[in-house]
């Protein structure tokens, strides 16, 4: 551990532009410093807080850090090929693309209790990322996401985003440059590194991903129908002014009536679902204006293949939560 556990009484909160630029100029030396000329290994989800970090290191050290990107299969459209875009193509770091799709979907196969899924998806996430290091040669260091919150709140929701699984053989000297810095602090660094909006600003994200928001045994057919109903989703909402602070679609493992043709057939329902929070202990469904709703419904209908019905989960926490699992 380089940085303290404790975040100092006097340390300026990051709000702008020229603390952030100071900020990055100061963790660019301390990691210089604590890696010298050894290898660092980075698992890069995309989200917010690994994608910085994996910035700030490779502004740092370059092509000493190797980046794994794991794609379970879960990620929501366009994630994995912005990975790709972003690091390997514009920033030029070294990163290793691990389509796991086909190992996390066959391990998932039939699983249906929610915390199984999540327990499958979080050791195997570790089994391949282990895999993936073991792969390469004279790693000495870690390199991780982890931000304030998440050593504040002791049962952070994010804990198996963090390699914390790695078997005694692996247990790398942890880099971790955002440890102190709270989520809005993350999100002015990521900025002034030059990170694309849409990954700067995202909405949070599970860690077992859209495992969760199709409820039950994840079949293949569901599982894309949830991408692709999510993806049009966002793009309505992101219309919004006031974004909401979460906002997806679930489509449960149920089918119900439908008509086309004069034919009845069976279908799935996609679940709207936007909700504001401060602490993600409770919630309030945000109020989406009906014509919004209605284009949703009409291009989700009309270009998701499977779903007949579209709903609106209008419901708070408590007592629901926020996910469906
Ligand atoms: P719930 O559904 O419990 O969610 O109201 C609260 C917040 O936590 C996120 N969430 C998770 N994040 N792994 C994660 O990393 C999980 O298994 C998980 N389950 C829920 C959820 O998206 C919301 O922001």
Known sequence: MYLPNKRPDNMERITTPALAEAFIEEQVKLIQEQVGDKKVLLALSGGVDSSVVAALLIKAIGKQLTC??????LLRK????????????????????????????GLLEGVAEPEAKRKIIGAEFIRVFEEEARKLEGIEFLAQGTIYPDITESDGVKAHHNVGGLPEDMQFELVEPVRLLYKDEVRVVGKALGLPDGMVFRQPFPGPGLGVRCTGAITRDRLEAVREADAIVRE??????????????AIPDLKSTGVKDDKRYMGWAAIIRAVNTVDAVTAESVEIPWERLCVMRDRIIAE??????????ISDKPVATIEWE
């Open 68 to 73: 794994v990107h794991v794609n379970h299969g």
């Open 78 to 105: 366009g994630e994995p090929e912005q990975v790709v875009q972003v690091f390997r193509d514009e920033m030029n770091a070294n990163l290793v693309y691990v389509d796991a799709i086909d190992r996390f979907l």
């Open 236 to 249: 309505e909402i992101e219309k919004m002014d006031n974004l909401p602070w979460q906002y997806y679609v």
């Open 304 to 313: 998701v293949p499977g779903i007949n019905r579209v709903l609106w989960d």
